[in-house]
């Protein structure tokens, strides 16, 4: 059980283009999931934190209006990078709750060209 | 001053050896301690989860907890190639977790 899942698990880009990452929870409701950021040989940094059916809350220096985030359901929550740059290229992961514990989904490597 | 620091590594050890894992931390408000492992281009797992102060054991891994010193630690015996991955540990004291910054352990047959 628990189980949360990432899509895509990669994704390349041209620079400019947005891009929609989806993570969801298999087989639990989540009303807490998380977004993070690992770049590499880097350590897991959370860009925000998405409740379902609110705003979501923003790490300082986290851009929101270029990381939309969207919690629509208690299953599934979306990242979307918009007018994605070659910086924005990293490896992408979320989170969601149960009982405490965060189970995180497989990540989605994002490459900006 | 990173709030949690982590030797990077890589750590190459045999087959069988005991392996010790170390963060520490600037915050001494953290209560929640946890280690993550990490394959590569994978999310990370939990390993083990430690409130406040001491130790907890499960099969070959152990995770020590010293709040007097901000130092946690991660013990993996008789160690096998399996355990080749990136060791991740974090912390917190509400449920926003802060990761160090992992840990590479490479285990050679």
């Known amino acids: 059980g628990a189980v949360v899942s990432q899509h895509p698990s990669w994704v390349i880009c041209k620079s400019g283009t947005s891009v929609k990452i989806e993570c969801r929870s298999l087989?639990?409701?989540?009303?807490?999931m998380f977004w993070y950021r690992q770049f590499p040989k880097q350590s897991l940094m959370l860009m925000a934190t998405?409740?379902?059916?609110?705003?979501?809350?923003?790490e300082q220096g986290v851009e929101k209006d270029k990381f939309l985030i969207n919690h629509a359901s208690l299953t599934l929550s979306t990242l979307t990078v918009t007018s994605a740059h070659p910086e924005d290229s990293s490896f992408y992961i979320c989170?969601?709750?149960?009982?405490?514990?965060?189970?995180f989904g497989p990540g989605t490597r994002l490459t900006v060209l | 001053q990173k709030e949690v620091e982590q030797d990077p590594g890589p750590l190459s050890v045999p087959e069988g050896a005991i392996v010790s894992l170390n963060c520490t931390y600037s915050?001494?408000?953290?209560?929640?301690f946890m280690w993550y492992r990490q394959y590569s281009r994978k999310g990370p797992e939990l390993l083990m989860y430690?409130?406040?102060?001491g130790n907890k054991e499960d099969g070959r891994f152990t995770a020590q907890v010293d709040k007097s010193s901000k130092y946690i630690s991660l013990f993996i015996r008789d160690s096998q190639p399996s355990d080749s991955a990136t060791y991740l540990c974090?912390?917190?004291?509400?449920?926003?977790?802060?990761f160090g910054t992992g840990t590479r352990l490479q285990v050679f047959p």
């Open positions: 989170s969601a709750t149960l009982a405490g514990e965060q189970f």
């Open positions: 087989d639990f409701q989540a009303t807490t």
């Open positions: 998405s409740n379902e059916g609110s705003k979501a809350t923003y």
């Open positions: 915050n001494s408000a953290f209560q929640y």
């Open positions: 430690t409130y406040s102060s």
């Open positions: 974090a912390m917190s004291n509400t449920d926003k977790l802060i």
